[in-house]
């Protein structure tokens, strides 16, 4: 059973808008999260991560949100460049095992 | 080189072969992970090693996998028998020694095993 849920395969922006991928969890033993982007041919990388003690976590262009009662997070980019174009996983954790989406490959339209 | 080194990068064998894949981590990273992703899905836990110590291996399939990692660096996944329900990529983690539970994890490229 899928543990973590990306329910969107794929998602389309306008350069300069807002890209805002979203993660769904059914574990409440999750207490850290993660998301990854990957280009092609290449392994996956680490982005950024948030504690379930936290709510919100803002690295420049990039926050992710966690909502524990929902147990739902959401990545925002902001604004959207070309390069940010690639596969983005989520990801949870619980004690050292790490599961995975099954990612959105987002595409920034120049 | 600075990061996590799979070898072979493409494997192709036949069914019923044996296959090693090599995972070099990045050097001071205790902890060592191999995953395994399908086309189209995420990463799946395999197995999980602090330092030489295999602490889990609930994710692996069936008793023709294994793994090792002797001296808590290099690590091999071994599949033997392979089927062609093993194609898939197989990529290796490591992560370093963090506080509390942010472990952050980074990849290789993987290393692309087709059966035959």
């Known amino acids: 059973d899928q543990q973590v849920k990306q329910n969107s395969p794929s998602l389309s922006v306008q350069e300069g808008r807002i890209s805002i991928l979203n993660c769904d969890y059914t574990n409440s033993m999750f207490d850290y999260f993660l998301w990854y982007k990957k280009y092609p041919a290449e392994g996956p990388t680490f982005l950024i991560s948030?504690?379930?003690?936290?709510d919100k976590n803002e690295d420049g262009r990039f926050t992710v949100f966690l909502n524990k009662s929902a147990k739902h997070l959401s990545l925002h980019i902001v604004p959207s460049q070309p390069g940010d174009s690639a596969v983005y996983f989520c990801a949870a954790s619980a004690g050292n095992q790490f599961y995975f989406g099954t990612g959105t490959s987002l595409t920034v339209i120049p | 080189g600075a990061g996590v080194s799979q070898s072979p990068r493409y494997k192709v064998t036949k069914r019923g072969q044996d296959v090693a894949l090599r995972c070099d981590p990045i050097s001071g990273h205790v902890s060592l992970y191999w995953y395994r992703q399908a086309l189209g899905q995420g990463p799946e836990f395999l197995t999980y090693f602090n330092y030489e110590a295999q602490q889990d291996k609930s994710g692996l399939p069936n008793d023709r996998f294994s793994a090792e990692r002797p001296e808590g660096s290099i690590s091999t996944l071994t599949i033997q028998r392979t089927e062609q329900r093993d194609s898939a990529m197989y990529r290796c983690?490591?992560?370093?020694?963090?506080?509390?539970?942010?472990?952050?994890?980074?990849f290789g490229s993987g290393t692309q095993l087709s059966v035959l």
């Open positions: 948030i504690s379930s003690i936290k």
């Open positions: 983690a490591s992560s370093p020694p963090s506080p509390g539970n942010e472990e952050k994890l980074f």
